[in-house]
């Protein structure tokens, strides 16, 4: 069987013309937080229609990819974005897309638990039929500044809680870090902070993911030079082929510069990027790659000794 699968991540930002002109302005945006969303869901629309079109079976989006990145100040005004992971407007636009373009997409929300009120940050996964087959929660939060400025995740949502229900498609025996079953292989999900975490690659190889998605809002000089590194490693280490996708681009009111610089990389090197379009950047992926022998000669799998090493 041929594997070789086109896939594509989005490299955009916030679309909503309408922001206010400095960060205490921000209450200008109240009651209209329904037409940021609905901005950004469009344009996000436009991107994956455009991805099927170039032949992708798969699109990632971006973290949060209905928002702008609100965690740069803390103020309960973006509460008003968390929707339900299974019904919300963004999740429900998403399925009617994937059907009508027959693409999986995998679409990271901010999620209200309408039951408990918790909020995660949170992909959801939707296959070619339209049909939810699963989620993912953000297992790390991070809280802290860099030279660019500060980041407040953990005053919007929690880690994941492991709770992200039963669904027939999801192979893994671990409540994290689930993987899902598609028709173009096995895919899991690091959502931004999560990949700097050893164990988390580790885990969903461990699981039988093929393909990482890994969706990030980030910036900062440590940022940018480790998103070059991190996913080259743990693709080799861990036989694994990992998209990466960032913003790219300032959104007003905060002006810090997201740096993009989104790719595609498997165990063998970095995935040849097939398109031109800026918001997206496409590569043909063999994962059949993955069951070969490895040209250096390796088996990291079958030479690791686990009962040497620091739990």
Same mark, same amino acid.
């Given at each position: $069987? ?7 991540? &989005? ?14 302005? &921000? ?7 329904? =037409?940021?969303?609905? *901005? ?16 992708? @079976?798969?699109?990632?989006?971006? =973290?949060?990819?209905?928002?702008? /990145?609100? *965690? ?12 339900? *992971? ?5 999740? &429900?636009?998403? @399925? ?33 039929? +339209?049909?939810?087959? +699963?989620?993912? %929660? ?44 598609? &028709? ?14 050893? +164990?988390? $690659?580790?885990?969903? *190889? ?13 910036? +900062?000089?440590?940022? %940018?030079? $480790?998103?070059?590194?991190? !996913? ?8 694994? !082929? ?12 905060? =002006?810090?510069? /997201? ?10 090197? %970095? ?10 950047? $496409? ?25 040497? /090493?620091?739990?």
């Amino acid at each position: $069987m041929n594997r070789i699968v086109r896939i594509a991540v &989005s490299e955009t930002r916030n679309v909503y013309r309408d922001m206010p002109a400095s960060v205490d302005d &921000s209450h200008e945006l109240a009651g209209k937080l329904d =037409e940021l969303r609905d *901005a950004n869901v469009q344009h996000n629309l436009a991107l994956v229609a455009d991805a099927a079109a170039a032949g992708a @079976r798969l699109i990632g989006l971006g =973290e949060l990819f209905p928002a702008p /990145y609100f *965690a740069k100040q803390t103020d309960p005004l973006w509460f008003g974005l968390a929707e339900d *992971a299974l019904t919300g407007p963004s999740v &429900s636009a998403m @399925r009617e897309a994937a059907a009508a373009h027959r693409i999986i997409i995998v679409a990271p929300i901010y999620e209200l638990h309408w039951d408990s009120g918790q909020r995660f940050n949170t992909a959801v996964v939707i296959d070619e039929t +339209g049909e939810i087959i +699963g989620k993912y %929660r953000k297992t790390h939060t991070p809280e802290g500044r860099n030279e660019r400025g500060e980041f407040h995740e953990k005053y919007y949502y929690q880690p994941s809680d492991g709770d992200l229900g039963q669904w027939p498609a999801n192979v893994s025996t671990n409540p994290f870090f689930p993987v899902f079953k598609t &028709s173009i292989g096995r895919i899991g999900i690091a959502i931004c902070y999560d990949r700097h975490f050893a +164990g988390v $690659m580790a885990t969903l *190889a461990a699981e039988g993911a093929e393909l990482v998605l890994s969706p990030a809002v980030t910036y +900062g000089d440590k940022s %940018r030079r $480790m998103w070059d590194m991190e !996913f080259e490693v743990d693709a080799c280490r861990h036989q694994l !082929f990992i998209a990466g996708s960032n913003r790219r681009g300032v959104e007003p009111p905060w =002006e810090d510069e /997201y740096f993009g610089a989104s790719y595609i990389v498997g165990p063998n090197g %970095r995935a040849e990027r097939i398109d031109s379009r800026p918001e997206l950047v $496409m590569a043909d992926i063999d994962l059949d790659e993955l069951a070969r022998q490895d040209p250096a000669g390796w088996d990291l799998e079958r030479d690791r000794r686990p009962d040497i /090493y620091n739990k």
